[in-house]
């Protein structure tokens, strides 16, 4: 469904002066121009989300080493007391 109302825009330029097929040809290069953009708008927006949900998986990853890190560590300290404790 184009994004303009394409014989709205045909009238509006013969109002100005432009013969039909000048409106007509006018009018599918701005509608074209529109659908153009949308699709390159939807491309954009894809790609920028893939990025985003791949910064996101690396985050989570790191995330989940460092808390690791930080158990492991927690215990290797609990074990440590444990033993001086005994």
Do not use: C, Y
Not at 19 to 41: F, G
Not at 59 to 86: P, R, T, Y
């Amino acid at each position: 469904m184009p994004i303009t109302k394409e014989l709205n825009n045909i009238k509006k330029l013969e109002a100005v002066g432009f013969p039909h097929e000048q409106a007509e040809a006018l009018t599918d290069i701005i509608e074209q121009s529109h659908v153009d953009s949308q699709q390159s708008l939807k491309e954009f927006i894809h790609n920028e989300n893939t990025n985003l949900e791949l910064r996101i998986k690396a985050s989570q990853a790191e995330l989940l080493i460092k808390f690791s890190a930080i158990v492991v560590g927690f215990i290797s300290a609990a074990l440590a007391i444990a033993k001086l404790l005994w």
